[in-house]
């Protein structure tokens, strides 16, 4: 269990730094933005000037970015004893890493790209266990998934084993590390996360016209909603599911998200929703003065921007419409 | 010298009045210190503001040595002429002493939750700096009615 008052350095920097985080009207600035050299001026005005100002191209834009979360990573390390709540968000970097290095493998790519430095156990570490080498500094629980993986793959050669047991070992991994932390706010973020992201694959496979088996085997550990639940709206309609959703929670996401996704043909919309939901979510740490709240509010709030820049980014330099854009883009957390 | 229990625990009586609110203050002061100090890492200027919320929770200790001075002084020890007490008169001190003791240690705890808050006002509205030293200060409140009923008390005593 950690104790509030654990996080009082933390929460006082993280109340000066709420104050630089991206306001609605600078978003709404870059979405009005005519080309790519207005949408650098916006930037330079942010907390993303020194990131941005650094890249030759802009089409490198998520360097940019990269930069910018592991700054922020940095200084809620260096303000907190326990690190345990950072970890929370950055073991999904170290779980895309050890993705990325095992199909490179597959794919006998000797240097692995798409590898992101926001993860804590060193790339070099997991390129010498994919390598087979014995004694490397890799915690237990990822190489035991990545040795699950890689013997999977090669009963079946298919890569999307890789992808499903890595994401379920990491959702298995941070159900572990939450009932570690022992936080009760904690909890219910992971289980909403879980709960709408076992949502959105049921319907995705439905729509693949996929098997039970491949359901089974996609559905994340740990939600609030019954692993039972699902096999059971699987076989349908998805009217029935948004009834059957209808006194919970995820109520409203559901509806409009999943309506919308029936008729348009794409989650995009039930993506933004789940995401403002979230976000909805973690505005508790915006009013709590001190505690794990504020700080995992602000972390969540800084991926969550990263979300908005890329939409805006890709949108802007593919001269997407601003409608289309807006439609992506998710809320603000302040 | 005889040494007699009432005078025993007229002296804890003293001591409780000044170590309780001091834990709580020195506690309260450390809490919003550590907040204040993460936002001047961030903005080195807000220092100032966040040492008037920081001070807030420290009246607490200082009620307390005034109430234990105000027994000292009733009883004797200051001059170096401890009183004869009775049990029942160092029961009676001990008493007058609970109100600003459990009233310090918890209100400068509750008070430091306010103005740590209140140093996130000042974080993100400087200029709002008064409305987060007002939340804090109404805890204050509590803290000066407990030292008023024990100093009341403590001077309505017949000791000698």
């Given at each position: 269990m950690v104790r509030e008052q654990e996080f009082l350095y933390a929460s006082g920097r993280i109340r000066a730094l709420e104050t630089k985080l991206l306001s609605r009207t600078i978003v709404e600035r870059i979405l009005e933005a005519q080309d790519m050299d207005a949408v650098m001026r916006v930037l330079s005005?942010?907390?993303?000037a020194p990131d941005f100002e650094e890249?030759?191209?802009?089409?490198?834009?998520e360097k940019a970015l990269e930069n910018s979360m592991k700054r922020t990573l940095g200084v809620i390390k260096e303000s907190l004893k326990d690190q345990r709540v950072v970890r929370f968000f950055t073991l999904k970097y170290d779980y895309h890493n050890l993705k990325v290095v095992l199909k490179s493998r597959i794919l006998g790519v000797e240097v692995p790209e798409n590898?992101?430095?926001?993860?804590?156990?060193?790339v070099e570490e997991l390129l010498k266990l994919s390598k087979g080498?014995?004694?490397?500094?890799?915690?237990k629980l990822m190489r035991l998934a990545f040795e699950r993986a890689a013997e999977v793959y090669e009963e079946?050669?298919?890569?999307?084993q890789v992808d499903l047991i890595l994401d379920r070992a990491l959702y298995e991994e941070l159900n572990l590390l939450v009932q570690d932390i022992g936080h009760d706010f904690l909890k219910s973020y992971l289980a909403a996360l879980v709960d709408l992201t076992n949502i959105k694959t049921m319907v995705r496979l439905k729509y693949m016209e996929s098997d039970l088996r491949t359901l089974k085997k996609s559905l994340l550990p740990g939600?609030?909603?019954?692993?039972e639940f699902f096999e059971k709206m699987f076989q349908e309609p998805v009217p029935v599911l948004i009834e059957a959703l209808?006194?919970?929670?995820?109520s409203k996401v559901v509806k409009d998200g999943l309506e919308n996704w029936v008729s348009s043909g794409s989650p995009a919309v039930y993506e933004k929703l789940v995401d403002d939901f979230l976000l909805g979510m973690l505005r508790k740490g915006l009013y709590?003065?001190?505690?794990?709240e504020t700080v995992v509010g602000y972390l969540g709030a800084r991926e969550n921007e990263l979300k908005i820049l890329r939409v805006l980014m890709v949108g802007k330099i593919n001269g997407i419409s601003e409608d289309m854009i807006r439609e992506r883009l998710r809320d603000v957390y302040a | 010298m005889e040494v007699t229990l009432g005078q025993v625990l007229a002296l804890l009586g003293a001591a409780m009045a000044v170590f309780l609110p001091g834990i709580g203050s020195a506690k309260g002061v450390g809490m919003v210190g550590e907040a204040a100090a993460g936002v001047v890492t961030e903005d080195p200027s807000k220092f100032s503001q966040t040492l008037i919320l920081q001070a807030l929770p420290g009246t607490q200790g200082i009620y307390g040595l005034l109430t234990g001075f105000v027994v000292m002084q009733r009883i004797g020890i200051l001059g170096g002429n401890l009183l004869p007490l009775t049990t029942y008169q160092g029961l009676l001190v001990f008493a007058a002493c609970l109100p600003i003791a459990i009233v310090g240690l918890l209100s400068a705890i509750a008070q430091a939750r306010a103005a740590a808050a209140g140093v996130g006002i000042v974080a993100k509205r400087p200029e709002e700096l008064a409305k987060g030293i007002t939340y804090a200060a109404m805890v204050e409140t509590y803290a000066v009615l407990a030292l008023l009923a024990s100093i009341l008390m403590l001077f309505g005593l017949k000791l000698a």
């Open positions: 005005e942010t907390d993303y890249l030759e191209s802009i089409y490198d834009f590898l992101t430095t926001l993860g804590e156990v060193p080498e014995k004694d490397v500094a890799v915690p079946t050669l298919d890569p999307q939600g609030s909603i019954d692993l209808a006194a919970s929670n995820y709590k003065p001190f505690g794990l | -």
